[in-house]
């Protein structure tokens, strides 16, 4: 199997394991080292225990049914390194029944260590406009 088709492999598995709210499951697919520039709560995460807790804080925030689908995925890849990016359509069903997603922007990089790829840094955004500082989830693509 090659680079391309390990990493697209292991997107699916991540998309997967955050629908089905299994942190343990999402937190395997992460180096020890992660450092991820989420959109929700802080700057930036360093490690898995930090990114833990934020994972494990984001899937209470929704106790229904998730949205995380995945479109436009491009991965570009060497034998130890990979980055890819997509748009995600991400969001959830809060405690009153409501549906909430918004349109992200995501860029992740992978390294291999011993056959194994994981995840080394994560980087989530949405656009925002300069003038109001408004975030624009209406955007679509």
Not at 97 to 105: I, S
């Given at each position: 199997m090659?680079?391309?088709?390990?990493?697209?492999?292991?997107?699916d598995?991540?998309r997967?394991?955050?629908?089905?709210?299994?942190?343990?499951?999402?937190?395997?697919?992460?180096?020890?080292?992660?450092?991820?520039?989420?959109?929700?709560?802080?700057?930036?995460?360093?490690?898995?225990?930090?990114?833990?807790?934020?994972?494990q804080?984001?899937?209470?925030?929704?106790?229904?049914?998730?949205?995380?689908?995945?479109?436009?995925?491009d991965?570009?890849?060497?034998q130890?390194?990979a980055?890819?990016h997509?748009?995600?359509?991400?969001g959830?069903?809060?405690e009153?029944?409501?549906?909430?997603?918004?349109?992200?922007?995501v860029?992740?990089c992978?390294?291999?260590?011993?056959?194994?790829?994981?995840?080394?840094?994560e980087?989530?955004?949405?656009?925002?406009?300069?003038?109001?500082?408004?975030?624009?989830?209406?955007?679509?693509?």
């Amino acid at each position: 199997m090659n680079a391309q088709t390990q990493i697209r492999s292991l997107i699916d598995t991540y998309r997967q394991a955050v629908m089905a709210k299994d942190v343990e499951k999402v937190m395997a697919l992460y180096a020890d080292d992660i450092v991820s520039f989420d959109a929700v709560k802080a700057l930036q995460f360093k490690g898995k225990e930090a990114y833990r807790a934020h994972w494990q804080e984001c899937m209470e925030m929704c106790p229904g049914p998730h949205i995380f689908e995945f479109h436009e995925v491009d991965i570009v890849s060497s034998q130890e390194i990979a980055f890819a990016h997509w748009l995600a359509h991400c969001g959830g069903t809060n405690e009153k029944g409501e549906t909430q997603a918004c349109w992200m922007r995501v860029t992740a990089c992978y390294r291999q260590e011993a056959g194994l790829w994981q995840i080394v840094h994560e980087h989530w955004s949405a656009p925002f406009d300069m003038t109001s500082g408004a975030t624009l989830f209406n955007l679509e693509p």
